[in-house]
């Protein structure tokens, strides 16, 4: 099976390609999620018989080895068998970064690639990226020529879907409340769903039903998590217990610096979200953040005012400046930006 201009398609529709045998010379799947990037892989593997592999098989990380290397390579017929799979991981001339490498990548050799592959050959380019530059001639070629699968910003919808097949496939239950929990704890990240629900249904493997409670004891939270309960209590006033979170984030061994970039990061995106008129899809969409992010952003801000968030906001950045300028203790400046915060909102 054969097209000339291929628009993204789904997960469904590539396995349905292997599955089929349907192939297309070119695909192109873009994404941060390591639960889902090995799904891909494992899935184009099941192409080459294993004792094939050897030789119908072929796998080039791009910081390692020159592109030329890997589309000469992708130009190879297969040897004793009908079809040959070149994975090619890490293409980082895809996006605006700059790699410290002594490799020389010849771009245009995947150019023309693209324009005429070889038929029996299919190249699979796994773009480990939130963002690609657009602007580069063999992006938009890749966008268009390719079967293009995208992770980037999966819908609540998708990851709802992704969970209930684990837990349905093993015979498990897992409630709504318990979904959204393990999504919220998770901030969104597929790949630590999957793990997290590894935990679970071993943990409830006697009843297999999956409940908040058991949730909320198992699940690890995230560094952004920790931060939504702190930037939480800080909000509702409940100072003591954000500033008794806060030490125990840094007895942790998380990095001041890294914790209060964080917190501005998590204040800024409320700010962001209070004053737009726009729908969650349309913030998400021009801020370029997780969708999953927008709609929790949105819960906190209905609750309070845009003074007391910029209130918060401000006082935090003065205290970035205090803690890239001085050595002075960093839960010290916490809780002296905690007694301004609270002199202001008594005002």
Request: net charge neutral; charged share 25%; aromatic share 8%.
């Amino acid at each position: 099976m054969r097209g000339d201009v291929v628009l993204t398609v789904t997960l469904a529709d590539v396995f349905n390609d292997v599955q089929t045998g349907q192939l297309y010379p070119i695909y192109f799947v873009q994404g941060q999620d390591q639960y889902l990037i090995n799904l891909v892989r494992e899935k184009f593997l099941t192409i080459i018989h294993p004792d094939d592999r050897a030789l119908n098989l072929a796998q080039f990380d791009l910081t390692e080895v020159p592109l030329s290397l890997a589309i000469d390579d992708a130009k190879s017929v297969p040897f004793f068998g009908n079809q040959r799979v070149v994975i090619l991981d890490n293409p980082y001339f895809l996006t605006g970064e700059r790699q410290k490498s002594n490799l020389e990548h010849h771009v245009e050799d995947l150019v023309d690639y693209i324009k005429q592959p070889e038929p029996q050959t299919t190249v699979v380019i796994f773009a480990p990226y939130d963002k690609l530059d657009n602007r580069k001639k063999v992006t938009k070629l890749l966008k268009e020529q390719a079967r293009y699968l995208s992770f980037v910003n999966l819908s609540d919808k998708d990851i709802n879907r992704f969970i209930d097949q684990q837990v349905n496939e093993a015979g498990y239950f897992i409630n709504s409340a318990a979904k959204q929990e393990l999504i919220r704890l998770t901030n969104s990240s597929l790949t630590q769903i999957m793990s997290e629900l590894d935990k679970l249904m071993l943990y409830t493997l006697s009843e297999k039903q999956i409940n908040v409670s058991d949730v909320k004891k198992l699940v690890t939270h995230t560094l952004s998590e920790n931060i939504f309960d702190l930037i939480d209590c800080l909000l509702k006033g409940q100072l003591t217990r954000a500033v008794n979170l806060y030490h125990e984030l840094l007895s942790t061994g998380e990095e001041p610096l890294r914790l209060h970039g964080a917190l501005i990061g998590q204040f800024r995106l409320l700010l962001q979200v209070k004053s737009s008129e726009k729908s969650e899809k349309g913030i998400a969409s021009e801020l370029k953040v997780h969708p999953y992010r927008v709609k929790l952003a949105k819960r906190v801000v209905r609750k309070f005012s845009y003074i007391r968030l910029a209130s918060a906001y401000l006082g935090l950045v003065s205290m970035e400046e205090q803690l890239k300028s001085t050595s002075r203790d960093p839960e010290l400046l916490f809780e002296l930006f905690i007694l301004k915060y609270k002199n202001q909102m008594a005002e």
